[in-house]
C-alpha cells in the first residue's frame, strides 16, 4: 500500500508562494508515478500536476502551467509542488497520489491552502 503524508500548506497572499511537501512511507518515490490533487469545497477533486517515475516527465493542469512546478527529491524521499503567483481562489485542500489515477486506498489527510486578496 501506498502511504503519503503531506504538508506545507498554509495561509499565503494573492502573489506569494509555497511549498508543498508529500513524503512517501514504505516504498520510494521513484517507484511510482507520483502527483498532486486539489479539492475545493463542494466540488469534485482534480488533477494538479503528476511526475512520471520513468522519464521525469510532467504534466500540469492548464490553469496553472507557468506557475506550478512538481519536483522529487530522492534523497529525502519526497515529492513537492512549488506553487508561485498564487491566486486568491476558494481554499482547497492538496492531496499527493499516485498518478493519473490515484489509488483510492492512499489518500492521506492532505494540507490546507488558503490564497487570500
Known amino acids: 500500500e501506498v502511504q503519503l503524508v503531506e504538508s506545507g500548506g498554509g495561509l499565503v497572499q494573492a502573489g506569494g508562494s509555497l511549498r508543498l511537501s508529500c513524503t512517501a512511507l514504505g516504498f520510494t518515490v521513484d517507484d511510482y508515478a507520483l502527483g498532486w490533487f486539489r479539492q475545493a469545497p463542494g466540488k469534485e477533486r482534480e488533477g494538479v500536476a503528476c511526475?512520471?517515475?520513468?522519464?521525469?516527465?510532467?504534466y500540469y493542469a492548464d490553469s496553472l502551467k507557468g506557475r506550478f512546478t512538481i519536483f522529487s527529491d530522492a534523497a529525502k524521499n519526497t515529492v513537492y509542488l512549488q506553487m508561485n503567483n498564487l491566486k486568491p481562489e476558494v481554499p482547497a485542500v492538496y492531496y499527493c497520489?499516485?498518478?493519473?489515477?490515484?489509488?483510492?486506498?492512499?489518500w492521506g489527510q492532505g494540507t490546507q491552502v488558503t490564497v487570500s486578496s
Open positions: 497520489n499516485r498518478c493519473p489515477r490515484p489509488s483510492a486506498a492512499s
Open positions: 511526475l512520471s517515475s520513468t522519464d521525469g516527465s510532467t
